[in-house]
Every structure is written in C-alpha cells, then in structure tokens.
C-alpha cells in the first residue's frame, strides 16, 4: 500500500479518446492520483 509520498508505480489507463496515457509520461508534472475502488461494484 502506498503511503504519503511515496512515489506511485508507473501504470497505464486508457483515456475517454481511446489513447494510452502512462504515468511515466508525466513525470516532472504534479499529478493527482483519484481512486474509485468500488466503482464497478452494485449498489
């Protein structure tokens, strides 16, 4: 589990444009990691 500042593991996710986007591809910008760990989920 990550912790406050730690650094974030690369990953990539597919944009709403269909494009691959890395994390890697942003180093040097401030980014804000937002999880929705239920968001598939019923209910």
């Known amino acids: 589990m990550l912790k406050h500042g730690d650094i974030a593991p690369d990953f990539s996710v597919r944009t709403d444009k269909g494009d691959v986007l890395t994390l890697?591809?942003?180093?040097?910008?401030?980014?804000?990691l937002w999880f929705y760990p239920k968001a598939d989920t019923p209910g």
């Open 24 to 32: 890697s591809a942003l180093r040097g910008k401030k980014v804000l």
